[in-house]
């Protein structure tokens, strides 16, 4: 069990001025990202390491975060993601007795700055009436004008592309190598539990860099290909929407989750845009349009496809909504096995009501 100890001052400086007062978590420093929150009560390991995060300053909204520790299997990558983390009470004690260490000790070896003591309420109320800024958190600089001047550095998040630096440098394998159910996964910041879903339905896959040459991904000679979730702006990936299309041009079966999303719209001229204040947390409810039935869904995304151009289309057609605000969650492209969600259906953290998505992909593959 961990030790309290003594916590420095630390400082949250937003864009538009706004300055909040806490404690120093974690590393001792100073870091700067798009500022976000997510709403999720629970899984906040998993979140610090979805790479979809990356470039991010998140607001953990639930008012404690830390008390069941840290334990090495409730990760979703090689190590956090998240640029620094915002919260009321980042918990050092924990209750859960499998832990393998606290959140404080996490987030020093992870070296991640954060920020503890903070009136979250108010500061999401405000994200969400401003929108989505940069910010910037430091415990070793306690002067405004000094951050202000770092944090106007710091690039905005419409127009960067990020998903090149969390993919994978070289391609892996996992899977039995016998399966006939044979995926190439192209990343661009995959979460572990999502290739857990291919593998557990008996796919064997090959995870490949986000830069890879179509030539290159078909002599994996797969039979499916899945298009992963990833941070940054979908709209600088050109690189990404011309290989989409050129998967699309075989009419092989493909499945798209959150960036995945987008560039299967990208892929077919249904642009993206940044979204106010994104969706991220393990409770927003989405409607399955085809069925009728609703789903509680996992989310983080901070830009999403046109909603107007996505009803004009006459290539693609709507799958899911949200049910909060209307956006599309789901799309598939008429005549081909090609369909995609903005949501993320393996769920961790979440509930698993929309985990069919992975059978219906493989029984794609299976009916090809």
Do not use: W
């Not at 639930?62 to 918990?91: F, T």
């Not at 910037?136 to 127009?159: E, F, H, N, R, T």
């Not at 899977?175 to 291919?198: E, M, Q, T």
């Amino acid at each position: 069990m961990a030790a309290t100890t003594h916590k420095k001052p630390a400082i949250l400086l937003l864009k538009d001025g706004t300055v909040f007062y806490g404690q120093a978590f974690g590393k001792i420093g100073t870091t700067s990202g798009e500022i976000c929150f997510n709403t999720g009560m629970t899984g906040y390991q998993e979140v610090f390491t979805d790479p979809s995060y990356y470039g991010q300053v998140l607001i953990m909204n639930n008012v404690h975060i830390g008390n069941y520790g840290v334990i090495d299997i409730d990760v979703e990558s090689d190590g956090v993601k998240v640029k620094g983390v915002i919260g009321r009470n980042l918990e050092e004690k924990y209750s859960r007795f499998m832990a393998d260490e606290s959140l404080q000790q996490y987030f020093e070896k992870q070296a991640v700055v954060a920020i503890d003591g903070v009136d979250t309420r108010a500061l999401v109320a405000h994200v969400r009436t401003q929108g989505a800024m940069n910010c910037i958190i430091s415990s070793d600089i306690i002067d405004v004008a000094l951050l202000q001047a770092q944090l106007d550095k710091v690039p905005s998040m419409d127009g960067l592309e990020l998903a090149s630096v969390v993919s994978t440098k070289e391609p892996y394998y996992l899977g039995n190598p016998d399966s006939k159910i044979r995926v190439a996964v192209l990343d661009y910041g995959i979460k572990k539990n999502i290739l857990n879903c291919l593998v557990e339905r008996g796919a064997y896959v090959k995870v490949h860099n986000a830069k890879t040459s179509f030539e290159e991904l078909e002599a994996f000679k797969p039979n499916g290909y899945f298009i992963s979730n990833g941070p940054g702006d979908p709209a600088p990936m050109q690189y990404a929407v011309q290989t989409i299309k050129q998967i699309l041009a075989l009419d092989k079966p493909l499945f798209g989750i959150c960036l995945g999303h987008q560039l299967l719209a990208l892929a077919n001229d249904i642009p993206t845009f940044k979204m106010h204040h994104g969706h991220r947390g393990l409770n927003h409810p989405v409607k399955n349009i085809i069925t009728g039935k609703s789903e509680i869904t996992t989310q983080n995304h901070g830009f999403g496809v046109n909603p107007d151009a996505v009803r004009a289309s006459a290539v693609v057609e709507i799958t899911h909504l949200n049910l909060n605000d209307d956006s599309i969650e789901g799309i598939r492209v008429k005549d081909k096995a090609a369909f995609s969600v903005q949501y993320h259906p393996e769920a961790t953290p979440g509930p698993h009501d929309s985990r069919y998505l992975f059978d219906e992909f493989i029984a794609s593959i299976k009916d090809n």
